[in-house]
């Protein structure tokens, strides 16, 4: 770099601060033990007799992310002169009670979507919502989700080939999610849906939307069905909740997606964690957790209080099985469909950019992977590490704030001992890392 070019970088780049722990972990060191004691007592009746042992297996992960002591990487300055050098914290990957690694997942998620799936062209969000009745056989077979977003799909598909009056195909990508604000168990889903397809000729057929009261009605009644054909509700309570005036099904449309700005906005929210950080305040003295939202016209309130076992009650809840995954993909946007994507020309044409890149390095044989289920590969999730955190914070972990050169990784270290000396070290120095106990950390 150039002297006016590195300070003008310099004047804009933040000093990276590897993060420790949160408040999260506050509450989860606090409470988790007494939660696990009460689980069968006062939790397992509403919230599964059986899900304990996955909600302390994805705990004991997510207790360890930023915890210096379970091991860290040295990234140090490749310029000599300088020799600036921090130490950062293994993540845990589990995106379903850590914030941070949820928010990485996030972004690679959307990234993926809007990058590589996407065609150029309109689509539109979909939100299908179900009867409070209904609701708690979702908690209780956790994998009953599976059949609904088939079912949906196939809905969308007899709509489109209805209002088109020719077979067509579409694409879809659908995240179901469990929790509702203050997280509260709602199961739900969003779909984004491609407005139309393309028929035997190549030619896109565009589907434009009107009223939803058809549709309501004949997802409603699908519903029905398949819970009958599943022998999880009885003919006479079908029949009782086909005479519902209000029947708490509902379908909303009104989200188009036109720009790529809004195609990133909506992919971020259907794929973000149960709860955010911003949202958690925690009293250590009174062992409470105040959980602050927008004004709730169900809940009449914006700030609920947990205590705390009950909290993590709430939050784990919503963790899914293990190897589950909540957003599939459909259609145009199937794995093994856009392995095909180069046989039509027309949808080359419309294709997003990343997808034509991948197809350029790779000389068309796209890497497949499942046909329905979308996540983020490890290895994705470490390359990517980096350019997250230039893109989300406008640092770059791998430039140094102090001459602006490159740092690279120079160890990785996982001995407790050995690393209990490098905190005790930092902080004999006055460079403490953030969020250590240094209790902890006597040699």
């Known amino acids: 770099m150039t002297s006016s070019v590195l300070s003008a970088y310099l004047e804009k780049q933040q000093n990276y601060v590897p993060r420790g722990r949160n408040v999260l972990h506050t509450i989860f060191e606090k409470h988790f033990k007494d939660f696990c004691n009460l689980y069968e007592e006062k939790y397992a009746d509403r919230y599964g007799r059986f899900h304990l042992a996955r909600i302390m297996d ?11 002591l379970n091991g860290v990487a040295r990234i140090r300055c490749t310029n000599s002169e300088c020799g600036h050098d921090y130490f950062r914290p293994f993540s845990c990957k589990g995106f379903y009670l850590c914030p941070s690694c949820s928010q990485k997942r996030t972004i690679l998620l959307t990234e993926h979507f809007t990058e590589e799936v996407f065609l150029k062209l309109p689509h539109r969000q979909f939100v299908f919502t179900f009867p409070k009745a ?3 056989y979702f908690r209780n077979d956790r994998k009953l989700f599976a059949d609904f977003s088939r079912l949906i799909f196939a809905m969308i598909k007899e709509f489109y080939k209805e209002a088109a009056g020719i077979e067509i195909i579409t694409g879809m990508v659908i995240a179901y999610q469990t929790f509702g604000d203050m997280l509260r168990f709602n199961p739900h889903f969003h779909a984004i849906v491609l407005e139309g397809g393309f028929d035997e000729d190549g030619n896109f057929v565009f589907i434009p939307f009107s009223g939803l009261e058809k549709m309501t009605e004949y997802f409603r009644r699908k519903v029905i069905n398949l819970f009958l054909v599943k022998n999880l509700i009885s003919k006479s309570f079908s029949l009782n909740l086909l005479s519902w ?9 009104s989200v188009r997606i036109l720009t790529d700005k809004a195609g990133i906005s909506l992919a971020e929210y259907i794929t973000r964690a149960p709860v955010s950080l911003k949202k958690l305040h925690y009293e250590p003295f009174k062992g409470r957790v105040l959980f602050h939202t927008r004004y709730n016209q169900y809940f009449g309130e914006n700030i609920h209080m947990f205590d705390g076992p009950d909290f993590l009650a709430e939050l784990t809840q919503h963790i899914p099985p293990k190897s589950i995954q909540y957003i599939r993909r459909y259609g145009l946007y199937a794995s093994r469909t856009r392995g095909k994507w180069t046989e039509h020309p027309e949808i080359i044409k419309h294709a997003p950019s990343g997808w034509k890149a991948a197809q350029q390095e790779s000389s068309g044989n796209e890497k497949t992977i499942d046909e329905e289920e979308s996540e983020v590969s490890d290895r994705t999730s470490r390359k990517a590490w980096a350019r997250l955190l230039t893109k989300v914070y406008e640092i ?9 050169s490159e740092m690279r990784v120079i160890a990785v ?23 250590v106990d240094h209790s902890n950390i006597a040699v």
Do not use: Q, W
């Open 413 to 435: 270290i996982r001995n407790p001992p050995e690393i209990r000396k490098i905190l005790k070290h930092l902080r004999n120095i006055g460079r403490p890392p953030p969020g």
């Open 245 to 253: 005036k209000h029947s708490g099904f509902s379908i909303d449309n």
């Open 396 to 404: 770059d972990p791998m430039v140094c704030p102090k001459c602006g």
């Open 58 to 68: 994805v705990a004991e992960h997510f207790l360890t992310c930023g915890d210096y």
């Open 134 to 136: 209904l609701r708690v």
